[in-house]
C-alpha cells in the first residue's frame, strides 16, 4: 500500500497550504494566506462573480493578484522568511 500524496498548493498561487483546497466536492472553507483566496466561497462562481470553471476563476485570480504585485494577504506575521512568490509561482508551472 502506498501513500496518496495530497496536493496541497494553492492552485492560484502554489502556496503550500497544508490542506488540500477540495477535497472532491468539499471545499476546505480556508483562505490562502499568501493570495487570500477563500476555497468554496470565492472559487464558486456565484460568489465570484466570474463565469467560468474553477480553472478559469484560478487564472482569472491569480492576474489580479500578479497584477498587485503579489502581495502577502494577511499579517506579516505569518509570513514565511524569504518568501518569494514568484519562486512560489513556479509549484505549479507559472513563469513570470
Ligand atoms: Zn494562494
Known amino acids: 500500500m502506498g501513500t496518496i500524496k495530497m496536493n496541497t498548493l494553492c492552485p492560484v498561487c502554489g502556496f503550500n497550504l497544508g490542506f488540500p483546497a477540495w477535497k472532491g466536492y468539499s471545499a476546505s472553507h480556508e483562505t490562502c494566506l499568501s493570495c487570500g483566496i477563500e476555497f468554496g466561497y470565492?472559487?464558486?462562481?456565484?460568489?465570484?462573480?466570474?463565469?467560468?470553471?474553477?480553472?478559469?476563476?484560478?487564472?482569472?485570480?491569480?492576474?489580479?493578484?500578479?497584477?498587485?504585485?503579489?502581495?502577502?494577504?494577511?499579517?506579516?506575521?505569518?509570513?514565511?522568511?524569504?518568501?518569494?512568490?514568484?519562486?512560489?509561482?513556479?509549484?505549479?508551472?507559472?513563469?513570470?
Open 42 to 96: 470565492h472559487d464558486v462562481m456565484e460568489a465570484s462573480g466570474i463565469i467560468g470553471t474553477k480553472e478559469e476563476i484560478y487564472m482569472m485570480w491569480r492576474k489580479k493578484w500578479i497584477e498587485k504585485g503579489m502581495p502577502w494577504s494577511v499579517s506579516e506575521a505569518y509570513k514565511p522568511t524569504n518568501w518569494n512568490p514568484k519562486k512560489q509561482l513556479k509549484n505549479i508551472g507559472i513563469e513570470i
